[in-house]
């Protein structure tokens, strides 16, 4: 029984000790530090302070992260992105110029050609098959019909 109570004892030392010293480094940890910056919030787990949302850190103070129209505020509220049919170029937005033939990417920050086109620079061409060949699954290019073969433009057994 004596072992028994010495070893709470000592158990109940180490956990007291390990809170005194988690405190005490808590405090040093803060003592130096300036108050927070305006449009900050405390951090829900852990100590110290983040930015709210919309803001940005700007040398030692925040900045309202300026939000252009056409596009909304990322995920982490510190930046912006484009809506779907824009592309941004440094911190500006560009419509995307769709083509005649072509749509929108799945992430809308591009373009590809319908069925039956290929992109040629800026522009959808229309593919021209050549004799005993068809359009591949995709519709973006062409195969050569069985038992044929493609050399290059033409389809040859």
Request: proline share 4%.
């Amino acid at each position: 029984m004596l072992r028994f109570r010495f070893t709470l004892q000592l158990l109940c030392q180490l956990v007291l000790s390990s809170c005194l010293i988690a405190v005490a480094t808590a405090q040093a940890q803060t003592a130096g530090t300036a108050s927070p910056p305006a449009n900050s919030i405390d951090r829900q787990f852990g100590s110290g302070w983040d930015y709210a949302r919309g803001y940005k850190r700007v040398a030692n103070t925040s900045d309202l992260v300026a939000v252009p129209k056409d596009a909304y505020l990322g995920r982490q509220g510190t930046n912006w992105l484009c809506e779907r049919g824009y592309q941004k170029t440094a911190d500006q937005l560009l419509a995307i110029q769709l083509p005649a033939n072509s749509y929108l990417n799945d992430n809308g920050d591009d373009w590809l050609c319908g069925r039956g086109h290929e992109k040629q620079e800026q522009s959808c061409a229309y593919i021209i098959l050549p004799e005993k060949a068809h359009l591949n699954s995709s519709g973006s290019s062409w195969d050569c019909n069985n038992p044929y073969r493609r050399p290059g433009n033409r389809c040859i057994r």
